[in-house]
């Protein structure tokens, strides 16, 4: 088990079916949730953190403890540097140790994207780290500072983009937005099964909090093998201690955390079907 490329967790979930959730962080609680909730599941797991985010959580603190979670579990986790936007930092989740990253070139036009998109993925090769790009625009921002507009990917376009670029994972905008979706999640299921049907390569779908487990199951079906979840794991997590308040000291609310990170954790992975999927464990379906 213990640290692994993400290719290879996706490679076993196309092979069977299912999706894995990439499970954002902030903190050494919610990398301890996560974690745990996948040993106790028995799923495969990608621990995430965004470039955006390391405002807070810079990435020499948490990105070593990530890595070193990871490696002492007793399931198979993939780390991965979430939103790559510099040179820089991609390097240095590289160096850390991140068994994966994501170059977001989303914002510039298709050559742009294209071009940066070659010389992240070239500089992660040598590192022998998976990557994943994104093209079309997901709506709103990873940290809600912006609130884009949803860009609906071309097929032809996606299928010219990872030709070229040779990614291991891409993730499409078919409707899906970051943070909590203002009304009901209306996804082009249309959309994503083009470009399933023209691609070869797993298909990411990033914005997972309020998506319905129905929605889920259809994504699935037609290709997505990684969902990303960031804000259902953070609003689980204050509303949870929010409800314990006031604690009788530190440590109980360091546990609270640790127990909603880990709930959001599992209630995604049994939507995602994720569960009790190792390859070699008895449990295995
Ligand atoms: P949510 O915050 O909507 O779950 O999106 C997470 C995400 O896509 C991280 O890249």
Redesign the pocket.
């Known amino acids: 088990m213990t640290l692994v490329k993400m290719k290879d967790i996706l490679a076993h979930a196309e092979e069977n079916q299912y999706g894995v959730g ?1 499970f ?1 962080v902030a903190n050494i609680e919610m990398v301890m949730g996560a974690i745990r909730a996948a040993e106790e599941l028995r799923s495969p797991l990608i621990l ?1 953190i ?1 470039e955006v985010r390391l405002k807070h959580s810079p990435l020499n603190i948490i990105g070593p403890a990530m890595v070193a979670a990871a490696k002492a579990a007793t399931v198979p986790v993939a780390v991965h540097f ?2 790559g936007l510099t040179e820089e930092k991609i390097q240095e989740a590289l160096e850390i140790g991140f068994s994966s990253i994501m170059y977001d070139g989303s914002h510039h036009p298709l050559e742009k994207n294209i071009a940066e998109t070659k010389k992240m993925a070239s500089i992660a090769c040598e590192y022998g780290a998976t990557v994943e790009a994104e093209i079309g625009q ?1 709506g ?1 921002s ?1 940290d809600g500072s912006v609130d884009l507009e949803v860009l609906i990917t071309s097929t032809e376009e996606a299928k010219r983009f990872a030709a070229e670029t040779g990614i291991d994972a891409l993730a499409i905008a078919i409707g899906n ?4 979706y203002k009304g009901e999640p209306n996804l082009r299921f249309d959309r994503l099964e083009e470009i399933n049907g023209e691609l070869d390569i797993p298909l990411v779908l ?5 998506i319905s487990g129905n929605d889920f199951r259809t994504c699935i079906r037609h290709g997505i093998r990684k969902i ?5 794991t953070f609003n689980t997590v204050v509303e949870m201690v929010n409800v314990q308040t006031p604690f009788k000291d530190y440590f109980s609310y360091h546990d609270s955390v640790i127990e909603a990170a880990g709930e959001n954790v599992k209630r995604h992975m049994e939507m995602f079907q994720s569960v009790g999927r190792l390859k070699g464990d008895k449990a295995h379906v």
């Open positions: 990439a954002s995430q965004a979430d939103h997901v709103g990873e937005a970051h943070g909590m990033h914005g997972g909090s309020g990303n979840v960031a804000t259902a």
